[in-house]
C-alpha cells in the first residue's frame, strides 16, 4: 500500500477539493493508499480557508502537522520566505520525522522547497501546463496561452526540485483549447492586446474562465492516475529521481512523463456532464 504524505497551506476550495478526490478514491478502493500526515505552512486560527481545510483533514482522522510560515519569518528577522526557506524546512522535516511515507503531493502548498525538503522526499507537483507548456501560477499560464494562441494546454506531475516547475516529468495529459465552444470565446479577444484584455475584464474574460474550467476538471484525475501508477510500480520514484517500471530513467522512455490523455478523457466521460 502507498504511503501517502500531503502538503496544502489549505487556502480554498482547490485545496479541499483534491484532498477530497484522492479520499474518495482510497476509499472505494480505486487507489490502495494511505495518508499518513498532511502539513500545512498555515496554523489554526490564522487564516478562514485553511481553518476549514483543517476542518475536512481532522473529519477524515489524519494526523494535522501546521507550522506557520508567516510566523517564523517574524520570529527569526522578518523579510522574504527566501532567506528563511532553509530554516523552515529544517523544522518542518523534525516535526515530520516521526511519519514514514513513500511519497509526498503538493496540492495547493504556496512555498518553495529548499534543496533538503527536495533530498527527503519525492514531491509530487501538480502544474497547470503542459512539460513544455508555460511555467508559473496557473493564472499567469493562461493569460501566456491566450497571449501565444495557443492550441492545446494540460497539466503535469513533475518531482519538485529546486529548480521551480523544472523537476522530472512524471505524466502529463493533454487538452484542445479550440474548437466547440472555444471558437466564440477565442473569437472574443481576436485582434485585442492581451494586456487590455487583462486589465478591462481580467479573470472573467470568457475564454480565460473556460480554459481554467477545462483543465481544472482534468487535474484531480491526472493527480490520482499518477498516484495509481506509483502505487503499481508503472512508476518508481525517488527524491529528484523518476524511472520506469524496470528502474530506468523514465525520461528515456516517455521524455515527457507517461501520456495519460485518454485515461483521463475516459474518467471525464465517465463523470457525465456537470461533474468535475
Known amino acids: 500500500m502507498l504511503r501517502i504524505g500531503w502538503f496544502s497551506t489549505g487556502r480554498g476550495e482547490g485545496s479541499r477539493g483534491l484532498l477530497n478526490f484522492v479520499c474518495r478514491a482510497i476509499d472505494d478502493g480505486r487507489l490502495p493508499a494511505s495518508i499518513q500526515f498532511v502539513f500545512s505552512n498555515r496554523e489554526p486560527g490564522e487564516a478562514e480557508g485553511s481553518d476549514e481545510f483543517f476542518r475536512l483533514v481532522r473529519g477524515y482522522g489524519f494526523p494535522l502537522v501546521t507550522l506557520s510560515s508567516g510566523r517564523y519569518r517574524r520570529e527569526h528577522g ?24 513513500d511519497v509526498c ?37 493562461i493569460w501566456q496561452l491566450i497571449e501565444n494562441r495557443a492550441t492545446h494546454t494540460g497539466a503535469m506531475i513533475h518531482l519538485a526540485t529546486e529548480e521551480v516547475d523544472r523537476g522530472p516529468v512524471l505524466s502529463h495529459c493533454a487538452l484542445s483549447i479550440t474548437g466547440g465552444e472555444f471558437d466564440a470565446d477565442w473569437e472574443s479577444v481576436a485582434g485585442r492586446d492581451v494586456a ?12 480565460f474562465r473556460r480554459i481554467r474550467a477545462e483543465g481544472y476538471r ?8 499518477t498516484l495509481r501508477a506509483v502505487a503499481d510500480g508503472r512508476l518508481r520514484v525517488r527524491p529528484g529521481v523518476a524511472l520506469d517500471y524496470a528502474g530506468n530513467p523514465l525520461s528515456d522512455t516517455f521524455p515527457q512523463g507517461m501520456p495519460l490523455t485518454d485515461e483521463i478523457e475516459a474518467a471525464i466521460r465517465a463523470e457525465g456532464p456537470g461533474s468535475g
Open 218 to 225: 482534468r487535474e484531480p484525475h491526472l493527480l490520482l492516475a
Open 78 to 101: 522578518g523579510g522574504g520566505m527566501g532567506r528563511h526557506r532553509a530554516g523552515f524546512d529544517s523544522k518542518a522535516l523534525e516535526l515530520l520525522a516521526a511519519y514514514d511515507v
Open 105 to 141: 503531493v503538493l496540492a495547493g502548498y504556496m512555498l518553495i522547497f529548499g534543496g533538503e525538503m527536495c533530498r527527503t522526499y519525492p514531491l509530487l507537483n501538480l502544474h497547470g501546463a503542459l512539460p513544455d507548456g508555460p511555467t508559473g501560477a496557473w493564472q499567469s499560464v
Open 196 to 207: 487590455a484584455v487583462k486589465a478591462g475584464e481580467g479573470e472573467d474574460c470568457a475564454l
